[in-house]
């Protein structure tokens, strides 16, 4: 998640203090109002769609067609919101690691960031309820689950493909009275030769 969240936003190892400073000045702009969980963080745009969270599931849990998010599929769908609270704690523990502009190490501890997840999963809470008519977060998750799916080589049924059908008993009724019918001429039809 580390070389992740750096690749993602842009923060350099450098000893440079121009690059000292942008890491800095990006890690506390990131953090101001967690605008890392938007899609556009300076814009605060998209809120929850970050690509940062499809690529941390992606890489966790969907890396390919035998890894736990496609094994143990039942834990995963619907998409927990206590799972995208867990990624945006651990995104925002890797920004952390930047505040002072040249990363340092910083343990993923339950002491120092349960309080940091429960404002996450609150917020998370807070949006599923505002826009509950609207059904955005299902629609964000459900999205997230989609693209994980695909991205670990699981194949989703896509509209437009060819699905199997039902028939009607009546088609079965049919195909008995067509047989009825063939055997009947076939018989017939062998009678009328010994008759000659």
Not at 19 to 25: C, G, L, W
Not at 61 to 74: K, L, M, T, Y
Not at 165 to 187: G, K, L
Request: hydrophobic share 40%.
């Amino acid at each position: 998640m580390r070389a992740l969240t750096a690749s993602f936003f842009g923060f350099r190892t450098s000893r440079s203090t121009v690059a000292i400073k942008q890491n800095r000045d990006l890690a506390e702009s990131l953090k101001d109002g967690s605008c890392f969980a938007f899609k556009d963080w300076e814009t605060k745009r998209g809120i929850y769609k970050t690509e940062l969270i499809q690529s941390a599931i992606n890489n966790m849990w969907f890396a390919n067609h035998s890894d736990e998010g496609v094994i143990h599929g039942r834990y995963f769908n619907p998409l927990p919101v206590e799972l995208l609270a867990l990624i945006l704690t651990a995104i925002e523990c890797c920004i952390d690691e930047w505040l002072t502009g040249v990363k340092e190490d910083i343990k993923f501890l339950s002491a120092a960031y349960a309080p940091v997840y429960q404002v996450h999963l609150t917020s998370l809470q807070c949006f599923d309820e505002r826009t509950s008519a609207y059904k955005l977060l299902e629609k964000i998750c459900d999205n997230v689950l989609d693209v994980a799916r695909l991205h670990a080589g699981v194949h989703l049924a896509q509209p437009g493909l060819a699905t199997p059908v039902s028939f009607a008993d009546t088609v079965f009724e049919d195909a008995i009275r067509e047989y009825e019918a063939e055997t009947r001429d076939a018989q017939e039809g062998g009678l009328e030769g010994q008759e000659e």
